[in-house]
């Protein structure tokens, strides 16, 4: 079983509509807790960035985190075709330039 | 606003050649990352240096090295070449270890 798991989709919704996308995880060390869109064979662009559990709203987005239940979200709101892509959740524990262990990704598709 | 630079961006070898990706990190960035991404894959984790340093490692073979010179760009040493090498490869880079990564556009390394 990986450490972070995530539905690769597709998820397809309307344009308009509110998103949520989501991971969960095993390692109870992760502290930090980032979420990445990546477009098709681009590099991966950090959309937020958590650290333990609470909310962050950036814009459209909305990041979520409840490390009781090892379980993180990303809610778009108003989405646009152009948010389109494929969304990586991404986490460290911390404490050094540690990597990154990310999810599969989910394939959204935002249909005009 | 500057991003991390990757070169070159397309590369083909043969089987059992050697290749070398370079990464020059956002100015000021002191660290940077390595992963790998196969097709349809999540990046995995290859090496982190922080001031030249290597910091952590993750799953990079034997056959692969790699360094941070003293301008704090990086770069990725593959040797004897496999097909299953064939894959985007990302450096990222952060601030003095901060868990904020910022990716580059890849290499797109394809072994023949």
């Known amino acids: 079983q990986k450490e972070v798991e995530q539905d690769p989709g597709p998820l397809s919704v309307p344009e308009g509509a509110i998103v949520s996308l989501n991971c969960t995880y095993s390692n109870s060390a992760f502290q930090y807790f980032m979420w990445y869109r990546q477009y098709s064979r681009k590099g991966p662009e950090l959309l937020m960035y958590t650290y333990s559990s609470g909310n962050k709203e950036d814009g459209r987005f909305t990041a979520q985190v409840d490390k009781s239940s090892k379980y993180i979200s990303l809610f778009i709101r108003d989405s646009q075709p152009s948010d389109s892509a494929t969304y990586l959740c991404a986490m460290i524990s911390g404490g050094g330039a540690d990597g990154l262990t990310f999810g599969k990704g989910t394939h959204l598709i935002i249909q005009p | 606003a500057a991003g991390v630079i990757q070169s070159p961006r397309h590369l083909i070898k043969e089987k059992r050649e050697t290749a070398t990706l370079k990464c020059y990190p956002i100015p000021r960035h002191d660290t940077v990352y390595w992963y790998q991404q196969g097709p349809g894959q999540d990046p995995q984790f290859l090496i982190s240096f922080y001031e030249k340093m290597q910091s952590d490692k993750g799953s990079i073979p034997d056959r692969f090295s790699a360094q941070q010179f003293s301008d704090y760009h990086s770069e990725l040493n593959m040797s004897s070449l496999e097909l299953g090498d064939s894959a985007l490869y990302f450096c990222?880079?952060?601030?003095?270890?901060?868990?904020?990564?910022?990716f580059g556009p890849g290499t797109r390394l394809t072994v023949l």
């Open positions: 990222a880079s952060s601030f003095q270890i901060q868990y904020e990564q910022f």
